[in-house]
């Protein structure tokens, strides 16, 4: 299988869109702006063959048709709520470079949102979309909290070596949030001073385990802080992610 090679192109504001390139060939996931990837494209004359979209909002989709414009052959590929040339839902797979990536319907954010899951010489990758942040999660839209809270412990039971590559650079603030509910976490510190060098990811799953607070909802520190930030008594791990979900909506 050949080696693939995965780069950040940034854009927008505080976007990533994921570059996974071997040969001449390259797939790119969630084009919010289409110039700087055939900026990238040109410069290092890659032919863009597919393109892999996680959810239909237009900072992830935004790019899409000037680049099919561009490279007519491309083959778009993502759930019913975009338009894509092929449509994908759980347990899907897509080869490029010898290698497989494997769909998984991770609603919550959205109700249709997607992750791609790629594998490659033992080590496992993740396009997560805006399902997670380093730190943090997405915001609920079409979906439901109880949703992402599901696809959040799908992706918390995978390796501790698996690599995350989320579409935003929110590490920072997100810690910010982290810290206020958990003050006496020393990793949450340490990361905070680490993120002032950009990017922050990928990042490994053992990683976010450490910081990530609505991956560590389990911890007793965790539910006590949001039981009394929230002003709640409840002991079910669901109800205090959802809870913790609308308090980072309001810090």
Avoid at 39 to 50: F, K, P, R, S
Wanted: charged letters at 20%; a negative charge.
């Amino acid at each position: 299988m050949a080696v693939v090679e995965i780069v950040p192109i940034s854009a927008l504001q505080d976007n990533y869109i994921w570059l996974l390139k071997s040969g001449g060939e390259a797939v790119c996931v969630d084009p919010g702006d289409a110039v700087p990837v055939s900026d990238y494209l040109q410069a290092n004359g890659l032919e863009l063959v597919q393109i892999w979209i996680t959810h239909h909002h237009h900072d992830h989709t935004g790019g899409v048709a000037a680049l099919k414009a561009q490279f007519p052959d491309c083959r778009v590929y993502g759930h019913t709520d975009i338009e894509a040339d092929c449509q994908v839902g759980e347990g899907d797979q897509i080869g490029f470079a010898g290698g497989i990536a494997e769909v998984w319907e991770t609603p919550g954010h959205t109700d249709k949102h997607i992750g791609y899951i790629w594998q490659e010489g033992g080590q496992t990758y993740v396009f997560c979309g805006d399902t997670l942040f380093s730190a943090g999660c997405g915001r609920v839209f079409s979906g439901t909290a109880k949703q992402l809270y599901r696809s959040l412990q799908r992706y918390r039971a995978m390796p501790g070596q698996t690599l995350f590559y989320p579409t935003h650079e929110y590490t920072a603030a997100n810690l910010k949030f982290a810290a206020w509910i958990e003050p006496d976490n020393t990793d949450i510190r340490q990361a905070l001073s680490d993120a002032v060098n950009t990017p922050t990811l990928p990042v490994y799953l053992s990683r976010e385990l450490k910081i990530n607070p609505f991956l560590r909802v389990n911890e007793q520190a965790v539910r006590e802080r949001v039981s009394h930030l929230a002003g709640m008594d409840e002991d079910d791990d669901a109800a205090i992610f959802t809870a913790m979900r609308t308090l980072k909506n309001q810090f």
